[in-house]
């Protein structure tokens, strides 16, 4: 889940995690990865929306976790599941049904002892468009390259700047209303990460630091707007979004990506 961007933080205090306390955030996002690769499994035509908010709740708390997302600021489910020009935290429905070509985003968080997992993927409902196919690679792609930047010594915005400059040169736009973030004990810690920005800007990452690394990708312009439900984000264009997402602990051995079975 994601944090709307609202200006730069003053001094935003960073929290460093104890080896005990990156494994329990490793923990919490087994049972993240558990449930969103069975709802990639589960995303075929004809499915509810709806359908799989229940199926990711019921697999949580069957793995001990609590949904993390369920009840923060306000937001009432436990999934995110956004569907072709929805970016962000779409909101499951029973009259919602999957089809044929549908580009879907689910992003999910649990709370496992008092630690937070948080991760995200897109698949395709069946046979879909080959521009949703590469959306789809480019931004996948993208958050590893800017994983890959998440090393003791660089700063957040090594991270921004490499997922920015793969998108873009492949023709799509990153999203900029919405960040990555810092994750703990809390949802959302600082530092911000965005999905743009310029090498050697912004706070300089340490051992013991974690952060959700997400980039947003849309197939035209990166204008957003927000749904009369005051969740739902969408592509102001109408074009196709697509959404990934790890965990990511920076290591003295180079980034960890927690939210990996």
Not at 43 to 66: N, Y
Not at 140 to 145: D, G, K, Q, T, V
Not at 230 to 247: I, M
């Amino acid at each position: 889940m994601l944090v709307r961007r609202v200006g730069r933080s003053t001094s935003p205090k960073i929290k460093i995690k104890a080896p005990w306390e990156i494994e329990l955030l490793r923990r919490a996002n087994a049972i993240v990865m558990e449930v969103l690769l069975r709802l990639a499994e589960e995303a075929k035509p004809g499915v509810s929306t709806w359908d799989l908010e229940v199926l990711a709740e019921s697999l949580c708390r069957r793995r001990g976790g609590r949904p993390a997302f369920k009840g923060y600021r306000g937001y009432p489910y436990a999934l995110c599941i956004s569907v072709n020009e929805e970016i962000i935290h779409g909101m499951p429905r029973e009259d919602k049904v999957l089809q044929e070509g549908d580009l879907v985003s689910f992003d999910f968080g649990v709370e496992y002892e008092g630690y937070i997992g948080d991760a995200a993927l897109t698949v395709g409902v069946g046979q879909v468009s080959e521009l949703a196919e590469r959306l789809m690679k480019v931004t996948e792609e993208a958050l590893y390259r800017g994983i890959e930047k998440a090393r003791v010594g660089n700063r957040v915005g090594d991270i921004s700047a490499a997922i920015q400059q793969h998108v873009e040169a492949h023709g799509f736009s990153v999203v900029r209303d919405f960040v990555g973030h810092g994750v703990g004990r809390s949802l959302h810690e600082p530092p911000e990460v965005p999905n743009f920005g310029r090498p050697g800007k912004g706070p300089r990452l340490q051992a013991g630091m974690v952060l959700a690394i997400e980039p947003m990708v849309v197939s035209g312009s990166p204008r957003v707007k927000v749904l009369e439900d005051g969740w739902t984000a969408v592509a102001e264009d109408g074009g196709l979004a697509a959404h990934f997402e790890h965990s990511v602990a920076i290591t003295a051995r180079g980034p960890e990506i927690l939210s990996r079975l």
